[in-house]
């Protein structure tokens, strides 16, 4: 995850780099089961409003998350499909906040209304992220649910009015990607905290639909609007969050993007994005699957590190023979192609290993989902920030 605003805030108010930290366990992403009452375009755990077999019961999930705790796991982010199926979510959640874990629900926000709002308030989530593809038809479309869009945005405002930290998660595509900043308005509107941007990763339906990929100079349009976006709310003293998920690239570019709007700033960032370290799927992040299945990140489900039924969390994260493991945690990793002379390797690591591999079945391949060309990638030919304007998307006031 690529914490726009914490890099932002650095222009106005530097501070001191640092050391690159190291969290004391990873953040776990856990698909406690995979129903969900939509079948949405870009699902990478290709869910159904079915039950899924073999899935993990109550008392193992409870089992597991002792384990996570003894590991020191500061965060636990409850998924599904749509974790407000699971029967005994409430009771998980509780626990997981008993337990001292950050607690956060990543939800479509659909069954969210006014005869449960009151256990989810009681539970006090520390965050609840309800995704969004776009305003009304667009994201109806998505999901494949008319109606969708109405019950989705009804329970941000409830969460809101429950002073619930809540925020919008939106996956671009070249089909949605027009609706960017009508959805930057709504958050601004609506006094939501967080806006999550995830760029499109190829895994589950996302790989079926990855020649909708976001072009390049989308892309780039996109986090213009974004820093843009985040930096005026900063200037403004408003307490919100601007982060961007699946491309690492965007630390990188928030460079280039410095250079043309704040040149001053170029020597801190650049400290404070090689102390970020940039992608760390197998390092700081982990997800458990319905099953059990142990994967790097929610995009690895094709890559099964080990099953918690089999043995515990804390001793397959620790397993020193996992070669997969072993290679993530290379820091920089050694890659290919142009990742492996882009003089920025050290601030995003790669980036994602999932769409190298999907698209050229090497994962150590350069990353085809990088946006950045080769100048600005700065191998041998180039040690400069390049300047080169790109036409921006709809400024958000």
């Excluded at 384990?67 to 199926?85: Q, Y």
């Excluded at 479509?108 to 305003?135: E, K, M």
């Excluded at 997800?287 to 039924?309: A, K």
């Amino acid at each position: 995850m690529f914490r726009i605003s914490q890099f932002l805030r650095e222009i106005d108010q530097p501070t001191p780099a640092g050391p690159r930290r190291h969290p004391p366990g990873p953040v776990v992403i856990w698909n406690l089961l995979r129903r969900c009452n939509l079948t949405c375009k870009h699902c990478y755990s290709i869910s159904a409003d079915k039950h899924f077999p073999g899935e993990l019961s109550t008392d193992e999930i409870n089992t597991v998350m002792d384990d996570l705790r003894a590991f020191r796991v500061p965060v636990l982010i409850l998924s599904g499909g749509e974790p407000l199926l699971h029967p005994d979510i409430y009771s998980i959640a509780s626990r997981a906040k008993r337990l001292g874990f950050y607690v956060a629900l990543s939800t479509n926000g659909t069954l969210i209304d006014r005869d449960n709002i009151d256990l989810i308030d009681a539970i006090a989530f520390d965050y609840v992220g309800i995704s969004l593809d776009g305003i009304a038809t667009t994201h109806d479309r998505f999901r494949r649910q008319e109606g969708a869009f109405a019950a989705s945005l009804a329970a941000l405002r409830m969460c809101r009015e429950r002073r619930i930290k809540v925020g919008v998660r939106y996956t671009m595509t070249e089909d949605n990607a027009h609706d960017l900043p009508a959805l930057l308005r709504l958050v601004a509107d609506e006094g939501i905290d967080k806006f999550y941007f995830s760029h499109l990763n190829y895994a589950g339906r996302g790989n079926k639909h990855r020649a909708d990929d976001a072009r390049h100079a989308s892309t780039r349009a996109a986090m213009d609007l974004l820093f843009d976006t985040c930096l005026d709310s900063l200037r403004r003293g408003e307490d919100k969050e601007f982060v961007t998920g699946n491309n690492d690239a965007d630390g990188v570019y928030l460079l280039h993007w410095a250079a043309r709007r704040c040149p001053q700033s170029l020597p801190n960032l650049l400290a404070k994005l090689r102390q970020w370290g940039g992608n760390a799927s197998g390092v700081n992040v982990a997800n458990i699957d319905n099953l059990g299945n142990v994967h790097p990140d929610t995009m690895w489900w094709h890559q099964t590190l080990g099953n918690v039924r089999e043995r515990p969390f804390s001793a397959i994260w620790s397993d020193p023979a996992n070669p997969l493991l072993e290679r993530l945690r290379e820091h920089p990793r050694r890659l290919e192609g142009r990742c492996a002379s882009c003089r920025y390797l050290a601030i995003c690591n790669g980036s994602s290993r999932v769409r190298a591999e999907q698209v050229t079945g090497n994962p150590w391949a350069e990353d085809p989902g990088c946006y950045l060309d080769d100048a600005e990638i700065g191998g041998a030919a180039s040690e400069r920030i390049c300047t080169t304007p790109w036409t921006r998307l709809e400024k958000v006031a």
